[in-house]
């Protein structure tokens, strides 16, 4: 087992070890799905810990020797966005379980955030939710310019919290996923594509930060259209190549 605990949480050194078997009995579910989320009451502080589930073969082999887990790399970006003034949930310990000499488990440990997925928005009364995706955009266009790209920015990674003077702050999550360097504009856009489903949102975020950035609006929402276009194809072949696959494992003849 590989346990690396971050310097300033060694008190919770005993628990974070036991984990691995304390894990299936205890703790509060937050998230059951693909990944195993729960929320761990520690002395009076609240901790959250997510199990990754194991790889397949060939990403086991990757995450082992060449690449590092997704909570070994979730934990060093949440690091680096600490150094570039970024809210995440701070990092706490990650653990990684081989079985046969390659990678088989691992889990990230954290601390709890209250914040609320963007997702949620949508219950606020509509001055509100325009304001916050308003603010939404600034944050976007921040993180951009200092070079941080989250590579599966949608409504449900990016939390946010309106505060007492009506403002909004926001946190980044899942982050085994991400981008550190200068970023060019088709870069930029793609990135903002990926946060939403909804044409009428992409639409509205697409031109806002346009003019965030001082960049012709025009211009970029004929570049977001192109791009749209060969992400919708994109995902449109994943589903195919992956339906082609699950007939050859499932010993139907592909077509």
Known sequence: MECVIHENYR???????????????????LHDGRNCIKAFDVEGTRLV????????????L???????????????????????????????AYINLERKGL?????????YTDYAPILDIEREPLSVAIAAFDAFVHYTVELHEKGVRHDDYNLTNVLYRRQADGSFRFELID???MHFGPLSRRQCLSNVI????????????????????????????????????????????????KAWAERCLSGRAPR
């Open 103 to 111: 990678l088989s488990i691992c889990y990230l440990v954290t601390t």
């Open 11 to 29: 008190q919770w050194e005993g628990l974070v070890r036991t984990l691995p078997d304390l894990f299936d009995r205890d703790g509060e579910v």
């Open 194 to 241: 990926r946060m939403c489903a909804s044409m009428d949102i992409t639409y509205y975020m697409s031109k806002r930060y346009a003019e965030v950035r001082g960049w012709n609006a025009y211009r970029v929402l004929a570049t977001m259209a192109i791009i749209r276009g060969l992400f919708e194809r994109r995902r449109q072949r994943r589903k195919q190549l």
């Open 175 to 177: 982050v085994n996923r």
């Open 49 to 60: 810990v997510k199990r990754f589930r194991q790889p397949n073969p060939f990403n086991r």
């Open 62 to 92: 990757v995450y082992t020797f060449f690449r590092g887990s997704k909570a070994e790399r979730a934990y060093r970006n949440a690091l680096r966005l600490a150094e570039l003034d970024v809210q995440t949930p701070a990092p706490i």
